[in-house]
T-cell receptor, first 114, second 116 residues
Framework: AQSVSQHNHHVILSEAASLELGCNYSYGGTVNLFWYVQYPGQHLQLLLKYFSGDPLVKGIKGFEAEFIKSKFSFNLRKPSVQWSDTAEYFCAVNRAGGGNKLTFGTGTQLKVEL | EAGVAQSPRYKIIEKRQSVAFWCNPISGHATLYWYQQILGQGPKLLIQFQNNGVVDDSQLPKDRFSAERLKGVDSTLKIQPAKLEDSAVYLC??????????????FGPGTRLLVL
């Protein structure tokens, strides 16, 4: 069975600091990769996704993620965070052609301080 | 475009009682999912429907949980009887199917259940 690991459970940054959240998955086949974000009081929403092609994908609000197949990783990055990025971030994976069942990581709670 | 709708938003019940949650997906989305998110964990898929058929219910505790999507649109998830460990947020999501390929899942606001 596939699994997703997010090693940083809580991250606190100052505004303008750079962000990198780790995500590793375990599955040997072809996967689709996602980052979802949940802002306080709001529902889960898609930040970015990787299906194929350029392993560096760009999402909304200046976020990007890089798929490194050899490391089974899909880390999320943002060069300069804002207070409004305070949220919980979830990495998720599904098997390509596998019925779209998403397996989520445990999430990373990001707090950005002014 | 209206998003995924869920009700109620909050529910408090005592153990051994029953509870039902309702979900209305985005119009035109053939696939509907129910996830359970326990505090401190990521969402876990309980059941996936495509139209009114079940695609995957391998992680649904069938002795107490049931779900239906009779007309291929909205869906209900029921727990009977509830246990303390069922306290969680129940998320509904939906997605399009284009050319046989499943598209991005869109999530509703969730129903927060507390079992006392």
């Amino acid at each position: 069975a596939q699994s997703v690991s997010q090693h940083n459970h809580h991250v606190i940054l100052s505004e303008a600091a750079s962000l990198e959240l780790g995500c590793n998955y375990s599955y040997g086949g072809t996967v689709n990769l996602f980052w979802y974000v949940q802002y306080p009081g709001q529902h889960l929403q898609l930040l970015l996704k990787y299906f194929s092609g350029d392993p560096l994908v760009k999402g909304i609000k200046g976020f990007e993620a890089e798929f490194i197949k050899s490391k089974f990783s899909f880390n999320l990055r943002k060069p300069s965070v804002q207070w409004s990025d305070t949220a919980e971030y979830f990495c998720a994976v599904n098997r390509a052609g596998g019925g779209n069942k998403l397996t989520f990581g445990t999430g990373t709670q990001l707090k950005v301080e002014l | 475009e209206a998003g995924v709708a869920q009700s109620p938003r909050y529910k408090i019940i005592e153990k051994r009682q029953s509870v039902a949650f309702w979900c209305n997906p985005i119009s035109g989305h053939a696939t509907l999912y129910w996830y359970q998110q326990i505090l401190g964990q990521g969402p876990k898929l309980l059941i996936q429907f495509q139209n009114n058929g079940v695609v995957d219910d391998s992680q649904l505790p069938k002795d107490r949980f049931s779900a239906e999507r009779l007309k291929g649109v909205d869906s209900t998830l029921k727990i009977q009887p509830a246990k303390l460990e069922d306290s969680a947020v129940y998320l509904c999501a939906s997605s399009l199917v284009l050319g046989g390929v499943q598209e991005t899942q869109y999530f509703g606001p969730g129903t927060r259940l507390l079992v006392l």
